[in-house]
T-cell receptor, first 111, second 115 residues
């Protein structure tokens, strides 16, 4: 399984855009990139998933360059409730059941 | 559609005891995975079950075991509890379509405290 590297922490103010970049140099051809969000004492929650270029949903955007060796999660206009740990993972097919989570990125949003 | 359900949500045990945690996956999901989360080690993969068979296993001692039933419900057991087993135990299920995109759906977890 591809290993991922992301910053340990990021601070932001309410209303700003937060961009978290994840490196996955050994990503396989059939791997997808997925981001999860976790609040304290809760299970991680799916945010967004993509394979290449750009994916956008109602909460975030995911930018993936052509070489797919990195990806950037963009959270527009964050609020206090976006304070959480964000995990970047890569996998595919039947590999979703054995995902290895890294340390994640602790995002702290302040007023 | 009901989410992943874990029971019990909280429990307290003493060293040397054993514990069994239960997980009911989302209907139709055949893959169930278990994770241990502690402040020091983060989220660590324990094992994954698919169609009643352990398909993948993380790096945990044999005191940690699990099983999956024909209805995809899963249980995990920890024997001879140690203080270090205090953690949030998370269960996740996935559809497992065999290829392409996928997603893990997590339960709220079982918070185990070992005294």
């Amino acid at each position: 399984l591809a290993k991922t590297t992301q910053p340990i922490s990021m601070d932001s103010y309410e209303g700003q855009e937060v961009n978290i970049t994840c490196s996955h140099n050994n990503i396989a051809t059939n791997d997808y990139i997925t981001w999860y969000q976790q609040f304290p004492s809760q299970g991680p929650r799916f945010i967004i998933q993509g394979y290449k270029t750009k994916v956008t949903n109602e909460v975030a955007s995911l930018f993936i360059p052509a070489d797919r060796k990195s990806s950037t999660l963009s959270l527009p206009r964050v609020s206090l409730s976006d304070t959480a740990v964000y995990y970047c993972l890569v996998g595919a097919g039947s590999g979703w059941g054995k995902l290895q989570f890294g340390a994640g990125t602790q995002v702290v949003v302040t007023p | 559609k009901a989410g992943v359900t874990q029971t019990p949500r909280y429990l307290i045990k003493t060293r040397g005891q054993q514990v069994t945690l239960s997980c009911s996956p989302i209907s139709g999901h055949r893959s169930v995975s278990w994770y241990q989360q502690t402040p020091g080690q983060g989220l660590q993969f324990l094992f994954e079950y698919f169609s009643e068979t352990q398909r993948n296993k993380g790096n945990f001692p044999g005191r940690f075991s699990g099983r999956q039933f024909s209805n995809s419900r899963s249980e995990m057991n920890v024997s001879t509890l140690e203080l270090g087993d205090s953690a949030l135990y998370l269960c996740a299920s996935s559809l497992d379509q065999g290829q392409g995109a996928g997603e893990l759906f997590f339960g709220e977890g079982s918070r185990l405290t070992v005294l």
